[in-house]
């Protein structure tokens, strides 16, 4: 496991998306630490009556040089909304990397990234990753419409992207199982990588069963702690409960009762 | 220099920091983020004769000022806790407090029997106090008569310090540890969590797979507060203050109202320095108010 710090960050950028997204730039103070793609960080919400926890985000990029993280985040409820009214110059504290993160050395070198809605968030880092290893990823997004497909012209200067949205306003229309990608060409790739909304992932996953692909999974079960001590977060696996923070987020779906 | 070491009746602290059991792993889950063996003490996951899987997801809610958990005391049992996760404890120079869980008599003077053959094991925290196991558990804190039973139990095969953990969910909290102090109990620590419930008013269902469950964090402290000045003031024994200690003012607090030391729970998820800020933040209290040594602080409520 890579060593895990405790470090305040300065916000050097905050940009809403469509009023319902925010991305956010985070300087630390010296060189960042080894982070591996699909890890996340523990966020302490910035002073409330009501949120009290961290709140887990995924990693959406790491720039070495100019020592900053990116999270990119959907505001869905108070803590969110706290996120995303910080704005330049405030300081956020991070307890990171957490958890296993993707499996780089088992992709293979074709893998599909398969994202849906803010589940797109891990893919770049990981990407970028990915290409730097030499593999030639390609990317397959879903979303509810156009605007629900976020970061588009950042993911397309690493790899193809392919898309699929519910209402047809971009791409396939339907899901991304409705995807050439995955309903006629799956046995192509050399593995799935996934994260989005769970219903997604578990037709994602009887996918790459019925096709024999390896499929891996990032899990967002409810956290409190994220270090691997508090047990709440766990999920069924067939050698017991298992914790998403410290075992997961991502698992290999033969690992899962699913 | 102020002394901030504490002798809990036998048991010596060097300060009268601990970690309460169920947030704090087995301690080296912190080792990347503080000197685990600087604080006075760790108490580690509730540990069980028989593994338990524990209860089904989801087991949190986050609360206004805390949490809801129903964990339901996932832990491998204590044989896997002897053979694998000890030996990686002994590297610590503090103490190491086992808390030890059940559901029957037998189970937990077994268990209490085979950490009382663990050299490095100075103390058991004993639970009678979980709000998330089915049967036993809180049972028998909840009641002075099956209090004492279990504690002179387990006093007859524990001849270590047996610190005895105390449910808030009693009408009074005062008989519960007056009859573990008739059990033969060396300390008590309290507060255990509140049984609390939360509710997802959009779907009209539960937050938890247990529908109820613990309640800790911040909101807890004046209850918790309270009952330690209670049941400071009505035994004899030295009492463990604990329950919704956020930052060093917190802690003082508690020692104030009669603790002679304090856990750390919650709060250990929201900042995991914490402790070692609470340890400095102690230190800087007693130099500023004059004070030579924690004990002059230590019950030293001025109620007039
Ligand atoms: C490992 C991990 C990585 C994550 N990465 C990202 C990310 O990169 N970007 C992002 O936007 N979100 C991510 N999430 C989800 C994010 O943590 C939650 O959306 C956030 O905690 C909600 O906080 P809130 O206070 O705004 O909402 P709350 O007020 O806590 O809840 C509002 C609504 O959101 C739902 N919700 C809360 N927590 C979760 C969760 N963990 N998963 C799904 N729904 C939830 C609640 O059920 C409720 O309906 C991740 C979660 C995990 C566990
Ligand atoms: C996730 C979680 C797990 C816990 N597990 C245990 C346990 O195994 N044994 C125990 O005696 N107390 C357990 N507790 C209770 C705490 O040790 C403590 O008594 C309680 O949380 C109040 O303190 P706090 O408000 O500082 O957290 C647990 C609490 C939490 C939040
Ligand atoms: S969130 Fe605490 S163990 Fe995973």
């Known amino acids: 496991m890579l060593k895990r710090f405790t470090t305040d960050f300065t916000v050097v950028a905050a940009e809403m998306i469509d009023c319902e997204y925010v991305l956010l730039t985070l300087k630390h103070p010296e060189q960042l630490p080894e982070i591996n793609a699909g890890q996340f960080v523990e966020v302490k919400l910035p002073d409330s009556a009501t949120s009290f926890l961290r709140r887990p985000i995924s ?11 990116q999270l990119l985040i959907r505001v869905v409820g108070n803590g969110t909304k706290l996120l995303s009214l910080l704005t330049i110059g405030d300081k956020l504290n ?37 290409v ?35 209402d047809g306003s ?13 309903e006629s060409n799956i046995a192509n790739y050399s593995s799935l990588l996934v994260c989005g909304p769970m219903p997604m992932m578990k037709a994602v996953a009887a996918k790459a069963k019925a096709a024999g692909v390896r499929c891996e999974v990032s899990l967002e079960n409810k956290m409190a702690c994220g270090i691997g001590v508090c047990l709440c977060c766990v999920t069924e696996t067939k050698e017991g409960h298992k914790c998403v923070c410290s ?12 | ?92 120079t503090t103490n190491v407090l086992v808390n030890v869980s059940g559901s029957t008599i037998d189970d937990y003077v077994e268990c209490a029997s085979r950490i009382n053959e663990l050299d490095a094991i100075p103390a058991i925290e004993l639970n009678i106090s979980c709000p998330n196991v089915k049967h036993g558990g809180m ?24 610190m005895v953990k105390l449910t808030p969910n009693v009408t009074s909290i005062v008989d519960i540890a007056k009859a573990a102090e008739a059990g033969g109990a060396d300390s008590v620590s309290l507060i255990n969590t509140l049984l609390g419930m939360a509710i997802d008013a959009e779907r009209r269902r539960p937050v938890i797979s247990t529908i109820t469950g613990g309640m800790s964090g911040a909101a807890v402290k004046p209850i918790a507060l309270r009952m330690v000045w209670q049941v400071s003031h009505a035994v004899k024994i030295p009492v463990v203050g604990l329950g919704g200690i956020m930052n ?32 400095d933040g102690i230190r800087d209290y007693l130099e500023r108010h004059n004070m030579n040594s924690v004990s002059e602080l230590i019950d030293s409520l001025q109620t007039e």
């Open chain 2, 139 to 162: 049972a028998f804190g909840t009641n002075p008569v099956a209090t004492e039973e279990i504690v002179s139990a387990i006093r007859k095969v524990y001849h270590k310090h047996l």
């Open chain 2, 1 to 92: 220099m102020v002394d901030l070491s504490v002798n809990l009746n036998g048991l010596q602290l060097k300060n009268p920091v601990m970690t309460a059991s169920g947030t704090f792993g087995y301690g080296y889950e912190y080792d990347d983020f503080i000197d685990v063996s600087s604080l006075g003490g760790i108490i580690v996951k509730g540990t069980t004769l028989a593994p338990r899987e524990g209860n089904a997801y989801p087991r949190l809610a986050e609360t206004p000022q805390g949490m809801i958990n129903a964990v339901g005391l996932q832990n491998k049992g204590v044989d896997y806790f002897c053979k694998n996760i000890y030996p990686k404890l002994t590297k610590y």
């Open chain 1, 247 to 258: 075992q997961g987020p991502v698992f290999e779906i033969n690992e899962l009762k699913w």
């Open chain 1, 94 to 130: 991070l307890v990171y990397p957490l958890g296993n993160g993707f499996s780089l050395d088992k992709a293979g070198n074709r893998p599909l990234l398969v994202g849906g809605g803010v589940g797109v968030a891990p893919m770049l880092y990981l990407g970028k990753r990915l």
């Open chain 1, 59 to 69: 990693i959406h990029d790491v720039n070495r040089d100019n020592q900053t993280l």
């Open chain 1, 170 to 182: 971009v791409g396939t229309k339907g899901f991304v199982t409705n995807h050439s990608a995955i």
């Open chain 1, 132 to 166: 730097e290893m030499g593999a030639q990823p390609e990317f397959l997004f879903g979303a509810r419409n156009k605007s629900g497909l976020l970061r588009l012209a950042e993911f397309e200067k690493i790899a193809k992207v392919n898309i699929t949205t519910e």
């Open chain 2, 248 to 279: 060093a003012t917190d802690a003082v607090e508690f020692l104030i109202a009669g603790a002679s030391a304090v856990e750390v729970g919650t709060a250990n998820f929201i900042d995991p320095t914490i402790t070692v800020k609470i340890v």
